[in-house]
């Protein structure tokens, strides 16, 4: 049995995480959360102390190697794209906005008043054809990865689901009765909960995320055509979602050990989000 591996500045911790720069094993304190992976200390900012090239893509094959699978991540992104060619299989065009799976699966306003609760979650996991499929898959991976390495799996996956309610209830609160898909509320989800666990890990507030947070706003709300409310409440509903699972900031203590009543109140935040869609959508069916 392979003997397991110790945080470098703490040598009682044992771990399986490790700095996606060098490689070398960190303890849940130590580390720092960042849209690439997780960083010791030494490399938690963004200037890193130049290294011969060679030497960098050693360090970093190391680290990736000792990384844990984000096997949530892969399976959503899996998912994702296997709903989208079923959808191509049963008849839809390019775009997947016609077909059974669309018509029974996407959001809208006076379907979910009329009792089609499951377009809250079903929603996103549909896409407006595949550019749309891939940038989302693309954010999920980049995005979500991390995030389910800091958290474990099945935290990961409870988050990602709030966080897909909070971006339905979002953009069911701006656009109730406009037909709504997509996985970007779940994953602006992870983009809030990448900022709350990036300042418990380093303490500081205005790191990646929050710069990744400020470019996605943006963009937002400069194209026209996207879910501003599915952003925003995925956004929030993120946040809060992994603010519930670190005690709402009053410990700074391993994001893998949570308390019953931690899930709990993530899973409230959830049922929250639907209470809001469903109070926005009332006397529209």
Not at 209 to 230: C, E, K, Q, R, W
Not at 260 to 265: F, L, N, Y
Request: proline share 4%; glycine share 14%; with cysteine.
């Amino acid at each position: 049995m392979a003997e397991a591996a110790t945080c470098y500045r703490h040598p009682d911790r044992e771990t399986g995480l490790s700095c996606s720069e060098c490689g070398r094993p960190i303890c849940v304190d130590c580390m720092s959360v960042a849209p690439v992976g997780i960083r010791c200390p030494d490399h938690s900012s963004q200037a890193v102390r130049a290294q011969p090239v060679t030497q960098r893509v050693k360090n970093v094959g190391r680290g990736v190697q000792a990384l844990p699978t984000a096997i949530v991540t892969k399976v959503l992104v899996g998912l994702n794209v296997g709903i989208y060619l079923f959808q191509l299989v049963m008849g839809a065009d390019i775009n997947g906005s016609n077909g059974w799976i669309f018509e029974h699966g996407a959001l809208a306003g006076p379907l979910v008043a009329d009792g089609d609760w499951w377009r809250l979650i079903t929603a996103a996991f549909l896409h407006y054809g595949p550019i749309h499929l891939l940038m989302n898959m693309f954010a999920l991976w980049w995005l979500g990865a991390p995030v389910e390495m800091a958290l474990g799996h099945w935290r990961f996956l409870l988050l990602y689901i709030v966080s897909g309610l909070a971006g339905s209830a979002g953009a069911l609160y701006m656009s109730p009765n406009v037909f709504t898909v997509g996985a970007s509320g779940a994953i602006f989800g992870m983009l809030g909960a990448g900022l709350v666990l990036e300042y418990e890990a380093t303490g500081k507030f205005g790191g990646n995320y929050l710069t990744l947070i400020i470019i996605n706003l943006a963009f937002t709300f400069a194209v026209p055509g996207i879910s501003i409310g599915g952003h925003i409440g995925g956004l929030i509903g993120g946040a809060l979602g992994a603010l519930a699972l670190t005690g709402f900031g009053r410990e700074r203590r391993s994001f893998r050990d949570v308390s019953a009543s931690r899930t709990v109140a993530l899973l409230g935040i959830g049922l929250l989000s639907v209470a809001i869609a469903y109070w926005r959508v009332r006397g529209l069916a």
